[in-house]
């Protein structure tokens, strides 16, 4: 029997002590901005994701001029690659001169305190869109791609990029990279291991943003990303990742995941994100605009919800608004 005189509400009776007592908060450090670059002028809107564009290098840099002014430690890098530009060994992934190197030099040169951090994977480059390089039945080839992925993140880093985030799936392309990244000097360079991603349908719309979508058409990534029913093998992804060297890991997507990412953090201790991924995004945007949610606060309540789950940071699309929202109290 509970004793009558425990009574759990008196400590949310008022402002102060449900202040006092709160166990987990959200602040703008905790916040990362994925944003979108194209090879174009101005803005495009991506009509999956409202309120955010697809970005010329000019208006990137008027983005970050605003994320650092609200302190937003860091950008995540997501470039759309003209379909000219994509082939079978995507190439583009590693050239000194692509739309993504000269970005991240752009955005260095301009706002050297922020986080750059930069996608290491194939899709954006592939004609078929897959994440890795194919054989002739289509199967993803694992250490023909980790080769073109050390490529794609030396590139990255020789371009000025803070933190390589690969989120491709192969096994073992944590360890080459980092090996690549000590031969070449690029001691200081972060890895974030995207150890455990989930083969999600919740990506549906940074695919149209990105416009590997129509490249990819019905074919799907189950045979490199994680089954959603698993949880231990997230466990093993992760342990592998930190044993080659990543310096932090993440879970994805975000909010149907937060049992991994709670699991993560209790088994290893180490810096765990998490990725509020695009559908996860589209869908508090879609039920705010037909009046059904309160958008702040259903925004702020998903994110404290990772800080809760036990990340340290999250990827969102709703880190600027966020951070303003923070800001304003
Ligand atoms: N390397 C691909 C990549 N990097 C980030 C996302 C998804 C992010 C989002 O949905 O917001 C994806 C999609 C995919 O695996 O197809
Ligand atoms: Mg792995």
Same mark, same amino acid.
């Given at each position: 029997?509970?004793?009558?005189?425990?009574?759990?509400?008196?400590? $949310?009776?008022?402002?102060?002590? =449900? $202040?006092?007592?709160?166990?987990?908060?959200?602040?703008?450090?905790?916040? #990362?901005?994925?944003?979108?670059?194209?090879?174009?002028?101005?803005?495009?809107?991506?009509?999956?994701?409202? +309120?955010?564009?697809?970005?010329?290098?000019?208006?990137?840099?008027?983005? %970050?001029? #605003?994320?650092?002014?609200?302190? #937003?430690?860091?950008? %995540?890098?997501?470039?759309?690659?003209? @379909?000219?530009?994509?082939?079978?060994?995507?190439?583009?992934? /590693?050239?000194?001169?692509?739309?993504?190197?000269?970005?991240?030099?752009?955005?260095?040169? =301009?706002? @050297?305190?922020?986080?750059?951090?930069?996608?290491?994977?194939?899709?954006?480059?592939?004609?078929?869109?897959? *994440?890795?390089?194919?054989? *002739?039945? +289509?199967?993803?080839?694992?250490?023909?791609?980790?080769?073109?992925? &050390? =490529?794609?993140?030396?590139?990255?880093?020789? %371009?000025? !990029?803070?933190?390589?985030?690969?989120?491709?799936?192969?096994?073992?392309?944590?360890?080459?990279?980092?090996?690549?990244?000590? !031969?070449?000097?690029?001691?200081?360079?972060? #890895?974030?291991?995207?150890?455990?991603?989930? !083969?999600?349908?919740?990506?549906?719309?940074?695919?149209?943003? &990105?416009?590997?979508?129509?490249?990819? +058409?019905?074919?799907?990534? !189950?045979?490199?990303?994680?089954?959603?029913?698993?949880?231990?093998?997230?466990?093993?992804?992760?342990?592998?990742?930190?044993?080659?060297? %990543?310096?932090?890991?993440?879970?994805? @997507?975000?909010?149907?995941?937060?049992?991994? &990412?709670?699991?993560?953090? *209790?088994?290893?201790?180490?810096?765990?994100?998490?990725?509020?991924?695009?559908?996860?995004?589209?869908?508090?945007?879609?039920?705010?605009?037909?009046? /059904?949610?309160?958008?702040?606060?259903?925004?702020?309540?998903?994110?404290?919800?990772?800080?809760?789950?036990?990340?340290?940071?999250?990827?969102?699309?709703?880190?600027?608004?966020?951070?303003? /929202?923070?800001?304003?109290?």
């Amino acid at each position: 029997m509970t004793r009558l005189d425990t009574r759990m509400r008196r400590m $949310r009776r008022d402002d102060f002590s =449900r $202040r006092l007592m709160r166990e987990s908060t959200l602040g703008v450090d905790d916040l #990362i901005y994925p944003v979108f670059v194209h090879d174009r002028e101005g803005r495009a809107d991506v009509p999956s994701m409202p +309120g955010v564009a697809r970005l010329s290098i000019d208006e990137l840099l008027r983005v %970050a001029d #605003i994320a650092s002014e609200l302190r #937003i430690p860091a950008l %995540a890098l997501f470039p759309v690659t003209a @379909p000219e530009a994509k082939s079978l060994d995507a190439a583009a992934a /590693w050239d000194d001169d692509g739309l993504c190197q000269r970005a991240i030099r752009a955005l260095k040169a =301009r706002f @050297p305190q922020l986080g750059v951090i930069t996608d290491v994977a194939l899709d954006p480059y592939t004609t078929h869109g897959q *994440d890795g390089l194919v054989d *002739d039945a +289509g199967y993803v080839l694992n250490d023909v791609t980790v080769e073109a992925l &050390v =490529r794609q993140a030396l590139s990255h880093a020789r %371009a000025g !990029a803070d933190i390589v985030a690969p989120s491709d799936m192969m096994d073992g392309r944590i360890g080459a990279v980092r090996a690549a990244l000590e !031969a070449d000097g690029h001691v200081h360079v972060r #890895i974030l291991a995207y150890a455990a991603k989930y !083969a999600s349908a919740f990506y549906g719309p940074f695919r149209d943003a &990105v416009g590997s979508a129509t490249a990819l +058409g019905k074919a799907d990534k !189950a045979t490199y990303q994680m089954d959603p029913g698993n949880s231990d093998e997230a466990m093993r992804e992760i342990a592998q990742d930190l044993d080659e060297g %990543a310096d932090m890991v993440m879970v994805k @997507p975000g909010m149907p995941y937060l049992d991994i &990412v709670r699991r993560a953090k *209790d088994e290893f201790g180490v810096p765990v994100f998490a990725y509020q991924v695009s559908g996860e995004y589209a869908m508090l945007k879609a039920a705010a605009a037909n009046g /059904w949610l309160d958008e702040r606060a259903c925004a702020l309540e998903a994110l404290l919800g990772f800080k809760r789950a036990g990340a340290d940071g999250v990827l969102s699309y709703f880190a600027l608004d966020a951070a303003r /929202w923070l800001r304003a109290g």
